[in-house]
């Protein structure tokens, strides 16, 4: 019924990348909080959650990739989350997320949208 | 009021995923009184969420419960309605937006009524005994009302 989840964590040059695939409900918890805690382990500092490959995304989805948000933030991390299409760009900005989306398309490239770090809290 | 026609009934047990039937149906639907674009994307994604609801929250994820969808017109609206049984929690609370500082708790975190409000035209919320009633209705373009 669902489409199954997978993320995969791509690490490059200056920012690693988590891929999402599949369905991103409530039950989404327990793959990306593996795939943040690999990134992690592997020296990630700079993280972009990309969704392109998700074309369904429930509130409890959205409540994970919200506190996976917080979280990076909380270690002095940054995690942009790319790829939404049109309606969940819609739905982020409603959400009060919109300042936590990056759009690929926009002027300047993904140093930018990592430019105001802070420390961890 | 005009009369309203009853067009689909569509009961899907209480079981996450089996929302994603309610908006294939309600696409089908939707798409054959003339709404199209982001408005089906809304409609999609507020039935979604009224389901997840009722299947959580109104049922209890008892799985042979089922969630009963009603699809109907009064010749200006495309109605959708979500019903429950009532055996769990009967007062909704309404969500609102994220605070990143303090993260949401729990499952949905009440974030799912937020959307239902945002997305569609009209909604009205009955809670009895009996179950939870979630009323959307969504205008029909001009073009489809002549």
Same mark, same amino acid.
């Given at each position: 019924m669902a489409q199954e989840l997978r993320v995969t964590v791509q690490p490059q040059a200056a920012v690693t990348i988590l891929e999402v695939r599949g369905d991103v409900t409530m039950d989404a918890e327990g793959e990306l909080a593996t795939a943040y805690e690999t990134a992690i382990a592997a020296g990630a500092q700079d993280l972009i959650l990309s969704?392109?490959?998700?074309e369904y995304m429930s509130s409890g989805g959205i409540a994970v990739i919200t506190n996976l948000v917080h979280a990076a933030q909380a270690s002095g991390r940054i995690m942009k989350i790319s790829g939404l299409n049109p309606h969940y760009q819609k739905i982020f900005r409603m959400m009060g997320l919109a300042q936590y989306c990056w759009d690929?398309?926009?002027?300047?490239?993904?140093r930018g949208a990592f430019a105001n770090r802070k420390e961890p809290s | 009021m005009p009369n309203k026609q009853r067009l689909v009934e569509l009961r899907i047990p209480s079981?996450?995923?089996?929302e994603k039937v309610a908006m294939a149906t309600v696409t089908a639907v939707a798409t054959r009184l003339g709404i199209t674009g982001e408005r089906i994307s809304d409609l999609r994604t507020a039935v979604a969420e009224a389901c997840i609801n009722a299947i959580e929250? !109104?049922? !209890?994820?008892?799985?042979?419960v089922p969630v009963v969808i009603t699809m109907s017109t009064d010749g200006r609206h495309l109605l959708v309605d979500v019903r429950d049984r009532g055996l769990g929690e009967t007062k909704p609370r309404m969500g609102k937006m994220v605070d990143i500082q303090n993260p949401p708790t !729990?499952?949905?975190?009440?974030?799912g009524l937020f959307l239902i409000h945002a997305l569609v035209d009209e909604v009205d919320i009955v809670c009895r005994a009996s179950g939870t009633h979630v009323h959307m209705a969504m205008r029909l373009p001009e073009m489809a009302l002549h």
């Amino acid at each position: 019924m669902a489409q199954e989840l997978r993320v995969t964590v791509q690490p490059q040059a200056a920012v690693t990348i988590l891929e999402v695939r599949g369905d991103v409900t409530m039950d989404a918890e327990g793959e990306l909080a593996t795939a943040y805690e690999t990134a992690i382990a592997a020296g990630a500092q700079d993280l972009i959650l990309s969704l392109a490959g998700t074309e369904y995304m429930s509130s409890g989805g959205i409540a994970v990739i919200t506190n996976l948000v917080h979280a990076a933030q909380a270690s002095g991390r940054i995690m942009k989350i790319s790829g939404l299409n049109p309606h969940y760009q819609k739905i982020f900005r409603m959400m009060g997320l919109a300042q936590y989306c990056w759009d690929p398309a926009a002027p300047g490239d993904y140093r930018g949208a990592f430019a105001n770090r802070k420390e961890p809290s | 009021m005009p009369n309203k026609q009853r067009l689909v009934e569509l009961r899907i047990p209480s079981v996450f995923g089996y929302e994603k039937v309610a908006m294939a149906t309600v696409t089908a639907v939707a798409t054959r009184l003339g709404i199209t674009g982001e408005r089906i994307s809304d409609l999609r994604t507020a039935v979604a969420e009224a389901c997840i609801n009722a299947i959580e929250y !109104g049922n !209890g994820s008892v799985a042979d419960v089922p969630v009963v969808i009603t699809m109907s017109t009064d010749g200006r609206h495309l109605l959708v309605d979500v019903r429950d049984r009532g055996l769990g929690e009967t007062k909704p609370r309404m969500g609102k937006m994220v605070d990143i500082q303090n993260p949401p708790t !729990g499952p949905h975190a009440n974030m799912g009524l937020f959307l239902i409000h945002a997305l569609v035209d009209e909604v009205d919320i009955v809670c009895r005994a009996s179950g939870t009633h979630v009323h959307m209705a969504m205008r029909l373009p001009e073009m489809a009302l002549h």
